[in-house]
């Protein structure tokens, strides 16, 4: 069997996924392996939008935040089991990045930027604001997902902490499976046409605002996959998920570690989320660090990390 | 009525800092291209480094030059060290560079000076001036006279001289301008002096209003790139404009509807003018490049 | 199970000849906001912390043990505080964890370490965090319902019945407000006029505007922290509004009065504790000790006058230590016993009683009303 690059980006995962765990020293490594994960499978939709499609978001959090705030109220007004709450959450992102994306996404670059970070800065609004719904900025309790007991009863006893490090970790797998899947189908192929040249596109006959908008809605719903999961993890919410920053940290992210590969975002979660435990010995300079690195990555790697660094080792081996 | 004149003198004080910090955002962007979401941290520098030259004993006049000579020349420097080596990389990577610029000067600014909030005197003291049953404070004129001040310099000088054209010739074309004999190095790096030397002027002038404090960088930024955006990239007059708008939309949604959701209105108002007109207000119609 | 780890450790330490004089460490955890949009909270307590380690080392430490502090900033996002309480229980393996700058943070921590059953003293104030008592859970702020009922009080002490609010919309301020909605009835006071602030906003005109022509109203209350109230302040002078005005526990300190300015400041009045005061106390007071020798100890060190804040983690230290030292034991499980029946201790924000219904052990009489009067502080008692 040959072995693609989709292929080895999913056998990558999954040996990261299973391996790295007999390295654990205790049991905070797994929370950190989850952390990254999750921020994985957000990054991941920003590998749709902007890696394929080259549409820029600024307002990403605002998804995760509809994500994770369904996992909290769903359950409580609907009656909801936490896992159809996922799904609603995941429902409701989609349905506001369709209505949402119609007007915003004929703009381009930075007027594109300016109104996705207006529907992020008014999506956390709402969650601040309606204190009688969220509770407000202090945050809000999320129910327990319940998957962790029913695992037990299956004989499979595993520590909250290894729970949420392999539930999280599968579903980064699969997140990443579709998103390969839709690089290699026609519509992906559609997809980075219109990323090159949008003239270009449209005169072959892509329907260039329909493209734009399914990328759109299916990496919205990522955002809001990972804020579900984030909630229900941490088992607690505060509108700080939809914050500017939250939005700015999952471009960074992908762009870091490169927004054209999956692999290479995941790379760049993986990066963004140990940078600061990392650090903790020098938490004065943390802010510095972190800005340099951006900063440098950039402008001398381009394309991200990842794509960076296999281009050298491939140079250097013909 | 001196209800909606006290909401409309709240609108324009704020409205003259975002209006500033927009401008400075036009000259940067009018050389390269690049929204510069550092500006806000040029806001603070401008107060941080007044505030502690002035407790370190210098006159206030003084203590505020001194911020705006060094917060221009770290704006050449970030220019050289951040900005030319990415030339020619995609708006994304533009967008994390120059925000990974303000995470850098927030991280070494909490260091070199402190997390505290601080402020200094007002220039010509603290008692309102009373116009029809409202009040100003005497140093709202100054940020206002400020922005005016700074947008009618920036306009003379893109129209009428020729180094302002060659600013708007390097930002059309580069190579074309450096074939006419345009240093568009020099362009570039004088372009960063100004934005940030009237950042720091912003922070200078609404400090004894608004207070200063190492992380107060990032909302200028937010509201003077709206502002920007609003009145259409690159335009003085649109920034004028669109900065002084979002200013007073914001008082007058605080007054009449709701002052939870002020700044929820300064945001549907951009996005519905985006909806309509793509370019902002006063935006330049670009073709697409094939 | 744990002395016998560290002899070992110790001895496989001397054996390499990389042993110091460090003997068996007592190690407290904390993840406090230092950065972040409350790190004008978090920055003085984890100064205080960290002077208060070192203080209580160069005197040899608690029962001949040293302390070993193991201190991380969340930025104030309570993700991150999460991580870091789980790093701190897993990890570090810390006896106690004092923090939470925040309510989100504290509400993070919290669940954490009732799952480690490691005891938590968080300096965050919403009410939520101690009630319903959670086993392992303390904290040292008065609730902001009780900063609420302290200006309630004094309001109708002064016969106001009609008020308005104006509110920062960042945690604390929601909170508060909240909360003095929920209580205001109580004392028969109405509120007439209810406005908000975005914490980064920089004119509060328009607002106050719409507050002082509402009708019939007698008296504001500002519930926010950092610069928010002090341009508050600062807009209700240049207004010229007469009414007599409250500001929170939230700007308790001396750079309030700096900021706003003394003269904006003039008259208001708010809920403080013995630590902005040292001077006013009486000599027989049991806090006046406490919070002259913090207030000395941290102005030294620091150059910056202190706060409530700070105050907030130095009773955090406070309880733990002490908690430690009466049970003779650096057992997670005796050290929470203990703080339960922590009884008069006086700190820098009151003198706490904790029992197993009440794990914050202050009452209203902690709160000390003060109005500024020329720049400084004044006992309204």
């Known amino acids: ?318 | ?290 | 199970m744990k002395k016998t780890l560290t002899t070992t450790a110790l001895g496989l330490l001397a054996a390499l000849g990389l042993t110091t004089a460090a003997f068996a460490e007592i190690r407290i955890g904390a993840s406090i906001s230092a950065t972040g949009p409350a790190a004008f909270l978090g920055d003085p307590e984890a100064k205080t912390l960290e002077m208060l380690v070192e203080e209580a080392n160069a005197a040899g430490g608690i029962n001949g043990e040293k302390i070993e502090l193991v201190l991380y900033d969340d930025n104030g996002d309570p993700n991150k505080a999460r991580t870091f309480a789980t790093r701190l229980v897993e990890d570090d393996e810390v006896v106690a964890i004092i923090g939470g700058t925040t309510t989100g943070t504290s509400m993070s921590i919290l669940s954490v370490a009732e799952d480690a059953e490691v005891p938590f003293v968080s300096l965050a104030g919403a009410i939520d965090i101690i009630q319903p008592v959670k086993p392992f859970t303390f904290k040292t702020p008065h609730t902001d319902r009780m900063a609420c009922q302290k200006i309630f009080e004094d309001m109708k002490k002064r016969g106001f019945t009609k008020i308005g609010l104006i509110s920062g919309t960042d945690g604390f301020g929601a909170s508060m407000q909240a909360q003095c909605k929920s209580v205001v009835a109580d004392y028969g006071i109405e509120i007439v006029a209810d406005e908000t602030y975005d914490p980064k906003d920089s004119d509060m005109t328009a607002q106050l505007t719409k507050v002082r022509n509402a009708a019939g109203i007698q008296a504001v209350l500002n519930p926010g922290f950092g610069q928010g109230p002090s341009i508050v302040t600062r807009n209700y002078k240049q207004l010229g509004i007469e009414l007599p005005f409250y500001q929170s526990h939230g700007v308790a300190s001396a750079g309030f009065i700096e900021l706003a300015g003394a003269e904006a400041a003039e008259g208001v009045r708010l809920p403080g504790n013995a630590l902005l005061i040292p001077e006013l106390l009486a000599d027989g007071d049991a806090q006046k000790p406490v919070v002259t020798a913090y207030k000395a100890a941290f102005e030294t060190k620091t150059g910056t006058p202190v706060g409530t804040f700070g105050g907030y983690a130095h009773d955090g230290f406070l309880l733990v230590t002490d908690a430690i030292g009466r049970a003779d034991s650096a057992e997670p499980q005796a050290i929470r016993d203990a703080l339960e029946t922590t009884k008069g201790l006086a700190g820098a924000t009151g003198i706490y009683t904790m029992s197993a219904q009440d794990h914050l052990g202050l009452d209203l009489s902690a709160f000390r009303m003060l109005e500024i009067r020329g720049g400084k502080w004044t006992l309204v008692e």
Not at chain 1, 166 to 189: K, M, V
């Open chain 1, 1 to 318: 069997m040959r072995i693609t690059p989709k292929l080895a980006t999913l056998l990558v995962l999954a040996a990261l996924v299973a391996i790295t765990p007999f390295f654990f020293p205790s049991g905070y490594y797994y929370r950190v392996g989850a952390l990254i994960f999750v921020n994985g499978i957000a990054v991941t939709g920003i590998v749709i939008l902007t890696g394929y499609a080259g549409q820029i978001s600024l307002g990403h959090a605002g998804f995760a935040g509809i994500g994770g705030y369904a996992c909290a109220l769903a359950p409580v007004h609907l009656g909801l089991h936490p896992a159809l709450a996922v799904v609603l959450g995941a429902a409701v992102s989609a349905l506001l990045a369709y209505l949402v994306g119609r007007p915003i996404l004929r703009l381009k670059g930075y007027y594109l930027g300016v109104a996705t970070l207006g529907f992020g800065i008014l999506v956390s609004m709402v969650l601040n604001n309606e204190r009688d719904l969220t509770r407000g900025p202090d945050g809000i309790d999320v129910p327990e997902l319940g998957l962790r007991a029913l695992l037990k009863d299956q004989g499979l006893n595993l520590t909250n902490g290894e729970f949420w490090y392999f539930f999280c970790g599968i579903c980064l797998i699969l997140g990443a499976w579709i998103a390969l899947n839709l690089h290699d189908s026609p519509a992906g192929r559609a997809l980075r046409a219109l990323h090159g040249s949008e003239v270009a596109a449209r005169t072959v006959g892509i329907d260039v605002a329909r493209m734009k908008l399914s990328a759109f809605v299916i990496s919205a719903v990522y955002a809001s996959v990972s804020g579900s999961l984030l909630a229900l993890q941490n088992k607690f919410i505060t509108p700080d998920v939809a914050g500017f920053m939250h939005s700015i940290e999952m471009v960074t992210m992908a762009v870091l570690g490169g927004v054209g590969s999956v692999l290479g975002a995941i790379l760049g979660a993986g990066i963004l989320t140990l940078l600061p435990q990392v650090l903790t010995v020098f938490a004065e300079y943390e802010q510095m660090v972190l800005g340099l690195v951006m900063v440098l990555v950039m402008i001398f790697l381009r394309e991200g990390l990842l794509p960076s660094i296999l281009r050298r080792l491939r140079g250097r081996g013909e």
């Open chain 2, 1 to 290: 009525m001196s209800e909606l004149l006290q909401f409309l003198f709240s609108g324009v004080t704020v409205g003259a800092v975002y209006a500033l910090v927009a401008l400075g955002f036009t000259i940067i962007y009018n050389a390269s291209d690049v929204v510069n979401f550092a500006q806000g941290e040029f806001v603070m520098l401008g107060g941080m480094i007044t505030w502690f030259a002035h407790a370190a004993g210098l006159p206030l006049p003084l203590a505020a030059l001194s911020a705006i000579v060094v917060t221009a020349a770290l704006g050449v420097a970030m220019n050289k060290l951040m900005i030319e080596p990415a030339r020619g990389a995609p708006v994304v990577s533009l967008i994390i560079i120059t925000i990974g610029a303000s995470i850098f000067i927030q991280g070494a600014a909490q260091l070199v000076f402190d997390k505290q909030i601080h402020s200094f005197p007002a220039f010509s003291g603290d008692a309102p001036i009373r116009v029809g049953g409202a009040t100003i404070l005497p140093q709202s004129l100054w940020v206002i006279g400020g922005a005016l001040v700074v947008f009618a310099g920036l306009w003379v000088f893109f129209t009428r001289t020729l180094l302002g054209r060659a600013v708007l010739a390097t930002s059309n074309n580069r190579l074309a301008a450096q074939l006419v004999g345009i240093n568009t190095n020099f362009v570039m790096a004088l372009s960063f002096a100004v934005s940030a030397g009237i950042g720091a002027l912003a922070g200078v002038l609404a400090t004894p209003i608004t207070l200063v404090a190492y992380n107060v960088g990032i909302g200028f930024a937010l509201k003077g790139f709206a502002g920007a955006m609003l009145g259409g990239m690159g335009n003085p007059k649109g920034a004028l404009v669109g900065g002084f708008a979002i200013g007073l939309i914001e008082a007058l949604t605080a007054g009449y509807l709701s002052s939870q959701y002020k700044d929820a209105a300064a945001f549907v108002v951009i996005l519905a003018v985006l909806f309509f007109m793509p370019q902002g207000l006063f935006g330049r119609k670009s073709a697409d490049r094939v």
